[in-house]
Nanobody, 115 residues
């Protein structure tokens, strides 16, 4: 089962995007979920995570700008609201569990921040 991410695109610096990830409820209900990203030439990094309890963590570079959330009602979607985007946020964004499982990596969604 691959987790599919949606919502990427080209945005100017300072702009916003909302990413979404959808999969079967069994995956989300038993795992902490996270958004990861990989920029060209860089290793994949964990950007934000959300536990079943609702507690969240963020990498320092996105604190105060990004917000991760999960669809508690259906528990089948995870979102990443990205505000005040910077060129350094340009990357392919993926969702996966925490820790990440190889079989869940999908194609990701490209986010490009450029004027």
């Amino acid at each position: 089962v691959q987790l599919q991410a949606f919502g990427g695109g080209l945005v100017q610096p300072g702009g916003s995007l909302r990413l979404s990830c959808e999969a079967s409820g069994s995956i989300f209900s038993v795992n902490n979920m996270a958004w990861y990203r990989q920029a060209p030439g860089n290793r994949r990094e964990l950007v934000a995570s959300v536990a079943n309890s609702g507690s969240t963590t963020y990498t320092d570079s996105v604190k105060g700008r990004f917000t991760i959330s999960r669809d508690k009602g259906k528990n089948t979607r995870v979102f990443l609201q990205m505000n005040r985007l910077e060129p350094e946020d340009t990357a392919v964004y993926y969702c996966n569990t925490v820790p990440a499982l190889r079989d869940y990596w999908g194609k990701g969604t490209q986010v490009t921040v450029s004027s």
